[in-house]
Antibody
Framework: QVQLQESGPGLVKPSETLSLTCTVS????????WSWIRQSANKQLEWIGR???????NYNPSLKSRVTMSVDTSKNQFSLKMNSVTAADTAVYYC??????????????WGQGTLVTVSS | DIQLTQSPSSLPASVGDRVTITCRAS??????LNWYQQRPGKAPKLLLY???RLQSGVPSRFSGSGSGTDFTLTISGLQPEDFATYYC?????????FGRGTKVEIK
């Protein structure tokens, strides 16, 4: 059973860069897409983007200008950077695996989530 | 972006009830529709994918149907652990989007 764990600062100042890492255990990071999803205080879920183990990325167009994802297969980790953050970026951030179900790729494994607050 | 409209937003129910949650997409998503359950303080958990396919380990009282723009999640025989919030999500078009959730609460 694959497990995911987010790590990174819980507090980021406005205009600075949010950086999070997701460590995958119990399975290989290879040959899957890995996503970042956030949930704001009103419980709305928002997909941020995803990265394949080869480094190929897909980003949400609404966040694309501020987001960069990377992957380190040697460490079984993938990462998220979001620049120029504002209070609107305050949320619980989840990493998740895009499952491989043939033509379908639902999020079948999730990290526990980490709260990131943007405040000075 | 494809909008997903869930109804109702809140659903009072009792143990043993059969409950149905609806998810409507703003355009056809064929059957690229997934359902998740989220308990307080926990990450969402995948229940069904491809509109009607049960994820491994999920009880058979959960079922899904629909295609195109209209989908339903049904829980047949609500159990105490099923009081939670349920989200639909489409994986047909970037960006993947979620419904706003339906909270199944104790009547």
């Amino acid at each position: 059973q694959v497990q995911l764990q987010e790590s990174g600062p819980g507090l980021v100042k406005p205009s600075e860069t949010l950086s999070l890492t997701c460590t995958v255990s119990g399975g290989s990071i290879s040959n899957y897409y890995w996503s970042w999803i956030r949930q704001s205080a009103n419980k709305q879920l928002e997909w941020i983007g995803r990265i394949f183990s080869s480094g190929n990325t897909n980003y949400n167009p609404s966040l694309k200008s501020r987001v960069t994802m990377s992957v380190d297969t040697s460490k079984n980790q993938f990462s998220l950077k979001m620049n120029s953050v504002t209070a609107a970026d305050t949320a619980v951030y989840y990493c998740a695996r895009d499952g491989d179900f043939g033509d379908y790729d639902p999020f079948d494994s999730w990290g526990q989530g980490t709260l990131v607050t943007v405040s000075s | 972006d494809i909008q997903l409209t869930q109804s109702p937003s809140s659903l009072p129910a009792s143990v043993g009830d059969r409950v149905t949650i609806t998810c409507r997409a703003s355009q056809s998503i064929y059957n690229y529709l997934n359902w998740y359950q989220q308990r307080p303080g926990k990450a969402p958990k995948l229940l069904l994918y491809a509109a009607s396919r049960l994820q491994s380990g999920v009880p058979s009282r959960f079922s899904g149907s629909g295609s195109g723009t209209d989908f339903t999640l049904t829980i047949s025989g609500l159990q105490p652990e099923d009081f939670a919030t349920y989200y639909c999500q489409q994986s047909f078009n970037n960006p993947w989007t979620f419904g706003r959730g339906t909270k199944v609460e104790i009547k």
